[in-house]
């Protein structure tokens, strides 16, 4: 971020405060009337050097101002910005580093010709970049995304679908407003999903085709990092998951599809035609057939013949819907599901469970993310995921475009989190066996567990070294409100600021207890004196909507907090959640920290907090995830539709959830603060260690209290010198306290 951009972001948010300005009328009675007057003027030209973006100058004048007046809170005032600012010279060193090191590396890969790992790196840089408009223009990036955009079409020609998908997956982040690359990455995950389903093995060669490359890659950026995977552990037959398609599609039926279009035609927040849904079907169904690699699965797919009829016959589907009436939509796709059956039986012979989940794949494909089918092999994982508690080690996980299983965070006070795993590490291998292109579902049921049973997880982490975690699985109850400091015994201490009396409680989800133990966390605060709170709600991904809306009511007396409506009448009734006054509510000053990963609930609370200027919140832009989904039981209740029914708006009526191609989404924070992904592991590792060395690493019988290896190796950072998000938060509430004393 610009200094100018920062300096801009901190005046809004003390003006949100209430101290724009500054001056105070005591000051220490050694001080003249001209020092006072003098001191006076600087802090307004201070301030006036803040509104126009000059935080150095805003810096040096506050501290001439407090040598003047002698006052000790314009001391301490001036100390505070000075030592902010050190600390935000150190982060924007840091970043800066990070960005040359990435550029440095984009121009090495393309020395050597490693072209599709240099658009990796120019990606990374992109991300970082301070003007990002200016780094998509400069001529090297353009000539790199040139070539980039060559070598795709090259690969897509050739059915190298595991290049084209990491290339597209590149192109759509340097460029997110280009809606092709997100429609090319789209059909090229198809083709790799496809892959790993039926065809592992296949998707396997087209991975270890490139392995030679990737080990050049990472000694060329690493060099003192070992090879990925040595020639003699390429992963074969046995040391991969082994994929049973036919165990997946267990129990799917066509009447189970027929009845989930209905109810997509019928509730979808917005409008969405049986035409839509039957072309996007049919489409899936040709990447099924046109997908090279799947002969083994389905011999047919070898006879050019058969396959070349049965395309025949979806082209003509294609053109029926094309042309149907709106009135015969409904009847013209109902035809086409028949005469499909009909002709695969004479032609492909595909299974009918093959059959029904690519159409059905293909047709909500066109619909969001978050709307899909629950197939009955999947009814056990999702009723497991809904009751709140499973035995495993503690980590949330989700698959990379490029088939990596990487872990989105782990869950704190659990086995995964003691370890040391972190948000953005790869699971490489689970048990010994090869994790890539693993479903989710997969890696679930084989990371979970019996208690007291152990599992090996193989991590990589960014730096390219790889570890073996064996892992001892527990019940995982996690509480979902935290505090600053862990205390003997478990309890928390939540005061952050000893002298100011700042509180600070992070939440890490929503779940059926937290507004209890929120409320749980104020009382402690206030008994303990707490004068203002930080409330961190960053890499929150939410959870319950009545949690969040009785968090929220917590800090709001009246007005709306959220509401819901679909953007069509569906039947679906809008509905508005509201505060209302309570003995219990807190009335403390308020920050909220929010980033890129705070989603849904979290973005509620945030976002209704600053829309009644209950709050400030500061950090990055939200997540944008403000769908409302519904469940449908299908057929016999074996199997349901997830449907996004409507969607979230905040109380000044915008919208929180990104669609493709938005600008505006989530909750934008008042003081905007960004940090690198260095610097958010940085800040981890120091939240981490404090927790640990409080907790798992208490001594036992007598024994001394042992460091973690990491923290043995060398001192790390304090958090509030890690985290420049938190340092901010704490600066703004003491200079809001500061201010009320006056």
């Known amino acids: 971020m610009k200094r100018h951009s920062r300096a801009r972001s901190l005046l809004l948010g003390l003006a949100v405060l209430g101290i724009a300005s500054v001056g105070r009328p005591s000051v220490s009675s050694a001080a003249s009337a001209q020092e006072v007057a003098s001191a006076s003027q600087l802090k307004t030209e201070a301030y006036q050097a803040l509104r126009i973006g000059q935080f150095d100058r805003t810096n040096e004048l506050l501290e001439r101002a407090a040598s003047l ?135 396997r060669k087209l991975q270890d085709s490139d392995q030679k490359e990737r080990d050049e890659v990472d000694q060329l950026l690493h060099p003192t990092t070992q090879p990925t995977t040595k020639p003699s552990e390429q992963p074969d037959a046995d040391s991969a998951f082994k994929v049973d398609w036919q165990e997946q599609l267990r129990g799917v039926r066509l009447d189970m599809l027929e009845d989930a279009l209905r109810q997509a035609n019928d509730h979808y927040f917005r409008n969405v035609d049986y035409r839509t849904l039957a072309l996007g079907g049919l489409n899936g169904l040709k990447t099924l057939v046109n997908t090279k690699g799947l002969e083994k699965a389905f011999p047919a797919l070898g006879d050019e013949q058969r396959k070349a009829a049965f395309l025949h016959t979806i082209e003509m589907d294609i053109a029926d819907n094309q042309k149907a009436k709106p009135s015969a939509e409904q009847r013209t796709l109902d035809n086409t599901l028949l005469d499909l059956r009909r002709q695969n039986r004479s032609s492909l012979r595909l299974p009918d469970e093959v059959l029904v989940s690519e159409f059905a794949d293909g047709a909500f494909g066109e619909l969001d993310p978050f709307s899909s089918m629950i197939w009955p092999s999947e009814m056990e994982e999702f009723n497991k995921s809904t009751q709140g508690e499973f035995s495993g080690v503690g980590i949330q996980i989700q698959s ?147 949690t969040a809306t009785a968090i929220a009511d917590k800090f709001l007396h009246n007005g709306v907090i959220v509401s819901t409506h679909p953007d069509r009448n569906t039947g679906d009734e809008p509905s508005e959640f509201s505060a209302t006054a309570d003995a219990s509510d807190c009335n403390l000053p308020l920050i909220v920290l929010v980033n890129q990963y705070s989603a849904s609930a979290s973005e509620i609370v945030s976002g209704a907090l600053k829309d009644h200027h209950r709050a400030l919140i500061v950090g990055e832009r939200t997540f944008g995830k403000g769908s409302v989904q519904k469940l449908f039981r299908l057929s016999d209740g074996s199997a349901y539709l997830k449907l996004t029914t409507s969607h979230y708006y905040l109380p000044n009526g915008k919208c929180i959830h990104r669609e493709e191609n938005s600008k505006e989404w989530g909750v934008d924070p008042d003081v905007t603060v960004e940090m690198t992904p260095e610097q958010m592991r940085a800040a981890i590792d120091a939240r981490q260690d404090l927790d640990v060395l409080r907790d798992a690493n208490a001594p036992a019988q007598g024994e001394q209290p042992k460091l973690n290896e990491k923290a043995s190796k060398a001192p790390k950072k304090d958090l509030l010198s890690s985290d420049p998000q938190l340092a901010a938060a704490v600066l703004l509430l003491k200079l809001q306290l500061s201010g009320a004393q006056i």
């Open 69 to 203: 007046s002698h006052d000790p809170i314009d001391e301490r005032i001036s100390q505070w910005t000075h030592h902010f600012d050190e600390n935000q010279r150190q982060f924007d060193s840091e970043r800066q580093k990070q960005y040359e090191k990435a550029v440095g590396d984009a121009k090495l890969l393309e020395s050597k010709g490693h072209l599709d790992y240099a658009i990796d790196a120019d990606r990374g840089a992109y991300l970082l970049a301070k003007d990002k408009e200016a780094f998509r223009k400069d001529s090297i990036n353009n000539t790199l995304i040139r070539q980039a955009i060559a070598r795709a079409d090259q690969y897509d020609h050739n059915e190298q679908w595991v290049k084209s998908l990491r290339i597209y997956s590149d192109l759509a982040a340097i460029e997110p407003s280009t809606p092709e690359w997100k429609d090319k990455l789209k059909l090229a995950t198809r083709h790799v999903r496809l892959l790993a389903l039926y065809a592992p093995e296949n998707l």
């Open 400 to 546: 990379d475009d490029d088939g990596s299983l990487r872990v989105v965070s782990p869950l704190e006070d659990t086995p995964a989190y003691h370890a040391g795993i972190k948000a953005g590490d790869i699971i490489t291998h689970i048990n010994g066996k090869s994790a890539k292109n693993i479903t989710t579902n997969q890696a679930v049921r084989t990371i979970t567990g019996p208690a007291h049973t152990t599992v090996t997880l193989t991590i990589k982490s960014p730096d390219g070294k790889s570890k073996d975690y064996t892992l001892t699985r527990e019940t995982i109850h996690v509480a979902s409100v935290k505090g600053w400091l862990r205390q003997p015994g478990g309890s928390w201490d939540y005061t952050i600021d000893q002298d100011q009396h700042i509180g600070y409680m992070r939440l890490t989800n929503f779940a059926r207890d937290s507004a209890e133990e929120m409320e749980n966390a104020i009382g402690r605060m206030k008994e303990s004196g707490t004068r203002a709170v930080i409330l961190d709600l960053r890499y929150n991904p939410g959870g319950l909507l009545t």
